[in-house]
């Protein structure tokens, strides 16, 4: 198994609150990735990161923001939490970001935004 | 337009016996690869099997074989003998060549519930 990591794994919080995620990773790859799974869409891509401080956004980024100062880190923040946020995010890594690289993925985070 | 369609939103299969699930794409690029994830009920996504567009043949892993019928755009996942342990959520994505091409599109899954 991938070395990934997710903390909180479970967290509720209210409307307006920020809320950072934390993905961490023992396998010394270059690409991280967020996303979140709702019911009927899928995972949908939040952001992602191709090396320390070097990000870009997903389909699904407004209202979220994300930093990676080390290559084992890469953090989700939600600036001012809205239900809508209320989701599963997972991080995934992968290690060259070409056509073949497989995406592996963490045990995710629930979030519920009350 | 949906770029993966899965139409199966839900399988009930006896145990032992052979599955295939469908999903269907939609590029306009040459390059792509085409990926299966498990999804169990604990959670977590479990990649399976991988195909690439220029791969000649399905791809296999174990059980699981990719029906890949690029004509058609299809990249089915066939699970052979099935096990009570392959009931899960089954997602197919696929990733794009080109500029920009990090992003993994995923369907909305198959629930697959194998039956004693």
């Known amino acids: 198994d991938a070395g990934i990591t997710q903390s909180p794994r479970h967290k509720v919080t209210e409307t307006g609150t920020p809320v950072t995620l934390r993905c961490h990773q023992t396998?010394?790859?270059?690409?991280m990735y967020w996303y979140r799974q709702d019911p009927g869409h899928g995972l949908r891509l939040i952001h992602y990161?191709?090396?320390?401080?070097?990000?870009d956004k997903g389909e699904v980024s407004d209202g979220y923001s994300v930093s990676r100062s080390k290559t084992e880190d890469f953090l989700l923040t939600l600036e001012s939490a809205t239900s809508s946020q209320t989701s599963v995010y997972f991080c995934?890594?992968?290690?060259?970001?070409?056509?073949?690289?497989?995406?592996?993925f963490g045990p995710g985070t629930r979030l519920t935004v009350l | 337009a949906q770029k993966i369609t899965q139409t199966q939103p839900g399988m009930f299969v006896q145990e032992k016996e052979a599955v295939t699930l469908d999903c269907t794409y939609d590029?306009?690029?040459?390059?792509?690869?085409l990926f299966w994830y498990k999804q169990p009920s604990s959670g977590e996504m479990i990649f399976l099997i991988y195909?690439?567009?220029?791969?000649?043949q399905n791809a296999t892993e174990g059980r699981y074989s990719l029906n890949f019928q690029k004509a058609r755009k299809s990249a089915n996942l066939v699970i052979s003998a099935s096990q009570l342990g392959d009931s899960a959520m089954y997602f197919c994505?696929?990733?794009?060549?080109?500029?920009?091409?990090?992003?993994?599109?995923f369907g909305t899954g198959t629930r697959l519930t194998i039956i004693p």
């Open positions: 995934a890594i992968s290690d060259s970001g070409g056509l073949t690289d497989t995406q592996y």
């Open positions: 396998e010394n790859h270059r690409y």
């Open positions: 990161s191709y090396g320390v401080k070097d990000t």
């Open positions: 590029t306009s690029d040459q390059s792509y690869g």
């Open positions: 195909q690439g567009s220029y791969d000649e």
């Open positions: 994505a696929m990733r794009e060549g080109g500029f920009g091409n990090e992003k993994l599109t």
